[in-house]
Structure formats: structure tokens, C-alpha cells
């Protein structure tokens, strides 16, 4: 890091209440340490990147270098297309099961057909 460059004080726990997104909080308490750990995967991804990145420019690879680096717009077009299909794969069984709940009310009787095949009854 340079002289004149401020390092960020990240808060070390969240505030306020922790989201429900399910009924049972187990599920919720895995949801959140899987996220915890993409993170730190996708980050951990950028430095291994950045450190190839030094050693192919044969520019010295140490903590302060790896800190100070800075990526061009190509660099940083890449690494967010390693981000998305990173998240994508983390993601694959939410997105299946929503697309399987969308199948599935689309094929769903509409709700008045229904209602009229009970008044029928």
C-alpha cells in the first residue's frame, strides 16, 4: 500500500438481525456460511490471480505487492466473469428448484378453474 492510501476497517460482525429466508433457522445458518465462505473463495481467487499475474510480468511477488496491485478493465472484465460462473455453481440448486416451482405453476390448473371444478363437485 502506498503512504498516501488509507487501509479500509472492515466491521467484524454484521448488525442488526439476521435475515429469515427459511422456516427452519438451520437452513437459514448454512445458507449464510456458505455465502461467508464464497466470499472468502472469490477473494482468495483474485490474489492467486493477481500473484500469476505478478510472476508472468516477472514483477517480485510479496504481500505489499499483491496488496498494491492494481487491475486494468480487462483484468477486472475477467475476474467477474470467474464471479459469475463461480456464483452460478453455487447457486445451481436454488436456481433448479426455482425453475422447477415455475414449471410446475405453469402447469398448474388456474386458480378459478379450480374453484369452479370445486363448486362442481
Given at each position: 500500500m502506498s503512504s498516501d492510501t488509507e487501509k479500509i476497517e472492515l466491521q467484524k460482525k454484521a448488525r442488526g438481525q439476521r435475515p429469515e429466508y427459511f422456516a427452519d433457522p438451520?437452513?437459514?445458518?448454512?445458507?449464510?456460511?456458505?455465502?461467508?465462505?464464497a466470499g472468502e473463495t472469490a477473494v482468495m481467487r483474485?490474489?492467486?490471480?493477481t500473484i500469476e499475474r505478478l510472476l508472468a510480468?516477472?514483477?517480485p511477488v510479496s504481500k505489499e505487492s499483491v496488496d498494491a496491485y492494481q487491475?486494468?478493465?480487462?483484468?477486472?472484465?475477467?475476474?467477474?466473469?470467474?464471479?459469475d460462473e463461480?456464483?452460478?455453481?453455487?447457486?445451481?440448486?436454488?436456481?433448479?428448484?426455482?425453475?422447477?416451482?415455475a414449471k410446475r405453476a405453469a402447469e398448474a390448473r388456474p386458480y378459478q378453474e379450480a374453484i369452479d371444478l370445486v363448486e362442481k363437485s
Open positions: 438451520a437452513i437459514d445458518k448454512v445458507l449464510s456460511i456458505t455465502m461467508a465462505l483474485d490474489r492467486l490471480d510480468s516477472g514483477r487491475p486494468n478493465e480487462n483484468v477486472r472484465a475477467e475476474r467477474d466473469a470467474w464471479r463461480f456464483l452460478d455453481v453455487v447457486f445451481r440448486i436454488v436456481h433448479q428448484e426455482r425453475e422447477e416451482l
